[in-house]
Structures are given as structure tokens and as C-alpha cells.
């Protein structure tokens, strides 16, 4: 029963720091470029993703899985995606303010709904479809120029792309984690977040080496400022990941939403930006939202 509910308190604490980590990515950003905070993102959470494998490894005395052909199709679908989605979130921030950047991307929650049904089978009930909508109107609502003609922007267009590769990328490291079938949910997260990373590191690292190395040498001698960024990645990773392994990708993504909330007081009190009437609307369909996810 306890484990049945941990997901909440686990997707709580995965907003959380993933609202820091953005925050840190996006001072990055002016400095290393798009890819440069995004390669920031796993090249320096990679450490502590290592040590989480371990440490759940020797508390929970559960052996390494050895990975198996559907586990690294599915790791590489979702390593891949989150490459994608998060530098489409980066750009999107860099076109619009910090708190819509993100709420921009959490149009992944329609879309993780659908791919996770398509893929996964993970049913999708009456509340859970009312609970999904909630938080999508309430994302529609967020967008600058409202629901008119919001979505043909540069802005909304980029969002959109990041929501799409976040919906996929979660879908790809639920995939993962029940193809370790027998393993201890936190020990399939643990092993999925490492193998995930270290993919995403050689990926975007190598391409990044052979075709914009100069960007490659600042991200290394930026080592003092992105390890936060790298830390609170990894943690908010670890976090989604052991959340997936429990819950239906749906119902974890849509209580995940309470990270707008972060984002808004990010948003006011780092970057001085402000909110619309209509926005903070916006939020407040997203809090539905979440209220009837935590009813399911």
C-alpha cells in the first residue's frame, strides 16, 4: 500500500528539482549555448546517477540487472527524446519567459496520454482523460496570445516539439524499467537513469566534439556552475524515473504539472517576470488537474 502512493511524494520532489535544474540551465544558456546546457545536463549528472545506482545497489541489496534487447530499445527512445526535448525547452525559454517556456512543454501531458496508451497500454479512465484535460485547457490558457492563434508561434511551435520528446521520453523509461522484469522498481529505475545518461552523454557529446568542440571545452571549464545544474538533473531524473516504474506514465506527468507552480515563483522572484490574469487562470486549471490525478 505505502509503495502504491510513494509516487506522489517521489513526483513531487522530481518537479521540484527539475524547476531548479531548468532555472540553472537557463543562466547557462547565455554562456554555453543551447546543446552546451543541454549536454550540461547529463555530462555532470552522469557522477550522480552512478552513485545512485550504487547506493540503491547496497541499501536495498539488490543485484545490477543485466539489460536486455527491449530494455535498451526502450532506454535509447527515451534518452534520445529527452536530448530533444530539452533543448527544444531551452530555446523556448530563450523566446518567451521562464515560467510560459516551461508551461509550454507541459503540453507533453496530452501527448504522454496518447503514447502511453499506443505503446504501453496503460488504460486511461473517466477521471484520468478529465484530469489530462484539466491540465491541457489550463496550458492553453498560458500561451501569450491566448487560444486563438497562440499555437502558430514560434514560441508555441517549440514548445510543443519539447513537450513531444519529454511525452516520448517518459514513455521510453517506463518501457525500460518494465522490461527488467523481476526487478525491484527502484533498482530498475536506478539502472534505466545510468544507462540513459551515459547514452546521452556519448550522443550529444561525440556530435557535439566533432562539430562545435570549442562549445565542448566551455562546458568543461564551466564545471563550478553546472554541477548544480548537473546534480538537481540527475536528481529530478532519478525522481521521474522511479515514479514511471510505479505509476502510469498519465497520471505521474499530470501531477508533475505542480512544477508550473515552482516555475511561477522562479519565474517572479529570480527572473523578475511576470503573469497575466489569464495565465495565472492558467495555473489554476492545472491545480485542478492535479487534485483529480490525486483522486485516482
Not at 510560459?100 to 484520468?128: C, H, R
Not at 524499467?177 to 545518461?197: D, N, V, Y
Not at 522562479?266 to 503573469?275: A, N, P, Y
Request: with cysteine; net charge positive; proline share 3%.
Amino acid at each position: 500500500m505505502v509503495i502504491e502512493w510513494l509516487w506522489i511524494p517521489v513526483t513531487l520532489w522530481a518537479a521540484f528539482a527539475q524547476t531548479v535544474r531548468n532555472a540553472a540551465q537557463r543562466h547557462l544558456t547565455a554562456e554555453l549555448g543551447t546543446l552546451g546546457a543541454t549536454l550540461v545536463r547529463f555530462l555532470y549528472g552522469l557522477p550522480f546517477a552512478t552513485l545512485w545506482l550504487l547506493a540503491v545497489s547496497i541499501f536495498t541489496s539488490s543485484a545490477i540487472p543485466a539489460a536486455n534487447g527491449p530494455f535498451l530499445g526502450w532506454v535509447a527512445l527515451g534518452a534520445v527524446s529527452q536530448i530533444g526535448g530539452t533543448a527544444f525547452l531551452l530555446r523556448t525559454m530563450q523566446e518567451r519567459n521562464f515560467a510560459l517556456g516551461v508551461a509550454y512543454s507541459k503540453t507533453e501531458i496530452l501527448q504522454v496520454a496518447v503514447f502511453g496508451l499506443a505503446f504501453l497500454g496503460d488504460p486511461l479512465g473517466p477521471a484520468s482523460i478529465a484530469a489530462v484535460l484539466c491540465g491541457t485547457l489550463g496550458v492553453l490558457l498560458l500561451s501569450p496570445v491566448g487560444l486563438a492563434g497562440g499555437w502558430t508561434s514560434r514560441s508555441a511551435l517549440l514548445g510543443l516539439a519539447s513537450g513531444a520528446g519529454f511525452a516520448l521520453s517518459a514513455v521510453g523509461y517506463r518501457g525500460a524499467a518494465l522490461a527488467l522484469e523481476g526487478t525491484p522498481f527502484l533498482m530498475a529505475a536506478a539502472a534505466t537513469l545510468l544507462a540513459a545518461q551515459i547514452l546521452q552523454t556519448l550522443l550529444l557529446g561525440g556530435w557535439m566534439a566533432a562539430r562545435e568542440f570549442a562549445s565542448v571545452v566551455r562546458v568543461l571549464r564551466a564545471w563550478r556552475t553546472s554541477l548544480l545544474a548537473g546534480f538537481m538533473g540527475a536528481a529530478a531524473s532519478a525522481g521521474w524515473l522511479t515514479a514511471f516504474a510505479i505509476e502510469p506514465v498519465a497520471h505521474v506527468r499530470t501531477l508533475g504539472l505542480v512544477e508550473l507552480v515552482f516555475s511561477y515563483a522562479v519565474s517572479r522572484r529570480l527572473f523578475r517576470e511576470k503573469l497575466s490574469r489569464r495565465e495565472l487562470g492558467g495555473m489554476g486549471l492545472l491545480a485542478l488537474g492535479v487534485i483529480l490525478v490525486l483522486q485516482l
